[in-house]
């Protein structure tokens, strides 16, 4: 039967996609590859590359990245309508997206969606934030403690309780946001327990304690934030 893949392609190194993930890749008749903006090359598709057959079909899209939502649903449900069309055709058709397709994906929006319409399956990738714990060697977290994830985006209040009642937090895409966050935590005294890496296992990788970092520094697009209360990070 043929089926509509969702498929995590992991943070930036093409080595860390799954196995499942390539195997899936290279049994696809059509991928679906996003574009936040008409014209440019999308990480995603970049990240997969080394994997994809010659003989795939490659559909690129445009995802608008703006506020208007009445823009973005319309972009997904014609989008979602052109899968649903090539799946019911017999197609295994592919979409590819950043770290894992469950954590602020826009695959997510699709496949709610197509509701139904056809099979579907999701691959699971590894996150940014997961990656970044691995890199540093330092758990998400242990035993009792608490973890919360959250997009910088989030009500500046709901970021800040997260902060006051989490042993760990993640902040993605923290350059949204960066100078208030910055704040609060320094007002708590937490700057050197906060990491910062953008571009996590991409080859522009960089990692920072936040004490390193200006508040007015304008970030990578790719920047994660790791707050670990019981780790005091060293400093450069």
Do not use: C
Not at 57 to 74: A, G, I, S
Request: glycine fraction near 4%.
């Amino acid at each position: 039967m043929a089926t509509f893949y969702g498929i995590g392609v992991g943070p930036g190194d093409s080595d860390l996609l799954t196995l499942k993930a390539v195997n899936t890749l290279q049994a696809l008749d059509i991928l679906y590859v996003p574009q936040a903006h008409k014209g440019q090359a999308s990480v995603a598709e970049r990240i997969a590359m080394p994997h994809l057959p010659a003989t795939l079909v490659v559909k690129r899209r445009h995802f608008p990245m703006v506020k208007d939502l009445t823009e973005k649903q319309q972009s997904w449900r014609e989008i979602a309508t052109e899968i649903v069309a090539d799946v019911q055709d017999g197609k295994n058709v592919g979409f590819v997206t950043l770290g894992d397709p469950s954590v602020y994906s826009t695959y997510s929006y699709l496949v709610e969606l197509i509701d139904h319409q056809i099979d579907v399956q999701t691959i699971a990738g590894i996150s940014a934030f997961s990656q970044i714990a691995a890199s540093i060697s330092v758990p998400l977290t242990l035993d009792d403690e608490l973890l919360e994830v959250l997009p910088a985006t989030a009500d500046l209040t709901t970021i800040e309780k997260a902060i006051d009642v989490n042993d760990n937090v993640v902040i993605m895409k923290i350059s949204a946001n960066f100078p208030a966050i910055y704040d609060l935590l320094a007002q708590r005294d937490l700057l050197q327990h906060a990491i910062l890496i953008s571009n996590a296992s991409m080859d522009q990788q960089t990692k920072r304690t936040l004490a390193d970092i200006a508040p007015t520094e304008k970030l990578p697009y790719f920047s994660t934030l790791l707050l670990k209360k019981r780790v005091q990070f060293a400093t450069e």
